[in-house]
T-cell receptor, first 110, second 114 residues
Framework: RKEVEQDPGPFNVPEGATVAFNCTYSNSASQSFFWYRQDCRKEPKLLMS???SGNEDGRFTAQLNRASQYISLLIRDSKLSDSATYLC???????????FGAGTTVTVRA | DAGVTQSPTHLIKTRGQQVTLRCSPK?????VSWYQQALGQGPQFIFQYYEEEERQRGNFPDRFSGHQFPNYSSELNVNALLLGDSALYLC?????????????FGPGTRLTVL
């Protein structure tokens, strides 16, 4: 089983819509989780950190379900600028190594 | 406040050659990690350096080696290049005593092996 698995998408949604996607992880000992955003041919940028049951930042909400070992990301009122690949990230190996999912591609259309 | 910087931005090499990539961490950061990102995949952890020593290593062969300098900057060396080494190489910096593993990435070096 892969350490981190994500819905690959692509999710193609109209402006203003809500989109949500999941990520599952294998290391039950993981305590912190991250969502990174990556634009085409650019570096990943930290979008949100999750240290407890969830986190909310504006239009973005991350929820953590430790029992089922998954994290979700929900984007409300989608903007064109939200079009990107969203990477689910889980620390492993004594928290030094970050394990990335393959990414979920979201395209917001006008 | 300068973020993470990497050089060069692009590089073209041929099979069998050697390459050195460079990274300067974000100001105040003391830990540098290197990742390889193939097209369509998430970044894969190569190794991490702290206090000039390799602290942890991912599943990469010994052809991949690195170094960290006293000013916290780092180099990634790849010997005997293979076609499959073509990828975006990302450097990420963090502060050891900071929140667990909030790492900040540089723009990457895009390596093409012909």
């Amino acid at each position: 089983r892969k350490e981190v698995e994500q819905d690959p998408g692509p999710f193609n949604v109209p402006e203003g819509a809500t989109v949500a996607f999941n990520c599952t992880y294998s290391n039950s000992a993981s305590q912190s989780f991250f969502w990174y955003r990556q634009d085409c041919r650019k570096e990943p940028k930290l979008l949100m950190s999750v240290y407890s049951s969830g986190n909310e930042d504006g239009r973005f909400t991350a929820q953590l379900n430790r029992a089922s070992q998954y994290i979700s990301l929900l984007i409300r009122d989608s903007k064109l600028s939200d079009s990107a690949t969203y990477l689910c990230v889980v620390p492993s190996g004594n928290d030094y190594k970050l394990s990335f999912g393959a990414g979920t591609t979201v395209t917001v259309r006008a | 406040d300068a973020g993470v910087t990497q050089s060069p931005t692009h590089l073209i090499k041929t099979r069998g050659q050697q390459v050195t990539l460079r990274c300067s961490p974000k100001s105040g950061h003391d830990t540098v990690s290197w990742y390889q990102q193939a097209l369509g995949q998430g970044p894969q952890f190569i190794f991490q350096y702290y206090e000039e020593e390799e602290r942890q290593r991912g599943n990469f062969p010994d052809r991949f080696s690195g170094h960290q300098f006293p000013n916290y900057s780092s180099e990634l060396n790849v010997n005997a290049l293979l076609l499959g080494d073509s990828a975006l190489y990302l450097c990420a910096s963090s502060f050891l005593s900071g929140r667990a593993n909030e790492q900040f990435f540089g723009p990457g070096t895009r390596l093409t092996v012909l």
